[in-house]
């Protein structure tokens, strides 16, 4: 599992560490010391499922991010 997240994730870490056999996560306030953009990231992590959680006000600016970012 591959959890793209803002701090309101946190709360649920260990569930996830619980559920999956393994779980990465991806704080995008943090994405600019990767050098790889998300879409590089998603299909190096070959997760099965990939999640992205993040709060309602938010959400506008995480999406804008990944487009700058260069996710298709």
């Known amino acids: 599992m591959?959890?793209?997240?803002?701090?309101?994730?946190?709360?649920t870490?260990?569930?996830f560490a619980?559920?999956?056999s393994e779980v990465?996560?991806?704080d995008p306030r943090n994405i600019e010391n990767i050098k790889m953009s998300y879409e590089e990231i998603i299909q190096n992590s070959d997760s099965?499922?990939?999640v992205?959680?993040?709060?309602?006000?938010?959400?506008?600016?995480?999406?804008?991010?990944?487009?700058?970012?260069?996710?298709s």
């Open 2 to 11: 591959l959890v793209f997240r803002d701090s309101y994730q946190a709360p």
């Open 18 to 20: 619980d559920l999956f």
């Open 48 to 50: 099965d499922i990939v």
């Open 52 to 71: 992205f959680m993040y709060n309602s006000s938010g959400f506008d600016s995480m999406i804008k991010n990944m487009i700058d970012k260069g996710i």
């Open 13 to 15: 870490t260990l569930m």
């Open 24 to 26: 990465q996560f991806i």
